[in-house]
């Protein structure tokens, strides 16, 4: 099993920008999906954004525009730049693994974006 560490979540103002970034504990071969989930309080845990290995990505209509995914394979993390936030970004904010055979969750990382 992997593990992924999410790290760069604090409180920024609206407008502002943040990059969270989630590392994995080793490098996954093959067929594999990474991405971007949150939870604000009161709500069901949604996807942010997701990219594959080949660099594929898509998004939440919400995010879209704001916020970029990317990974960087060779240091096995992947990143989610958000820019223009909102209050309604306010989440925790977890990394997700996919694989054809297993998934894996990060502990989340807490981001606040005050009006």
């Known amino acids: 099993q992997v593990q992924l560490v999410e790290s760069g979540g604090v409180l920024v103002q609206a407008g502002g920008s943040l990059r969270l970034s989630c590392v994995a504990s080793r490098n996954i071969l093959g067929h594999e999906i990474m991405g971007w989930y949150r939870q604000a309080p009161g709500k069901q845990r949604e996807l942010v954004a997701t990219?594959?290995?080949?660099?594929?990505?898509n998004y939440a209509d919400s995010v879209k525009g704001r916020f970029t995914i990317s990974r960087d394979n060779a240091k096995d993390t992947v990143y989610l730049q958000m820019n223009s936030l909102k209050p309604e970004d306010t989440a925790v904010y977890y990394c997700?693994?996919?694989?054809?055979?297993?998934?894996?969750w990060g502990q989340g990382t807490q981001v606040t974006v005050s009006a």
């Open positions: 997700k693994l996919d694989t054809v055979t297993w998934s894996s």
């Open positions: 990219i594959t290995s080949g660099l594929r990505s």
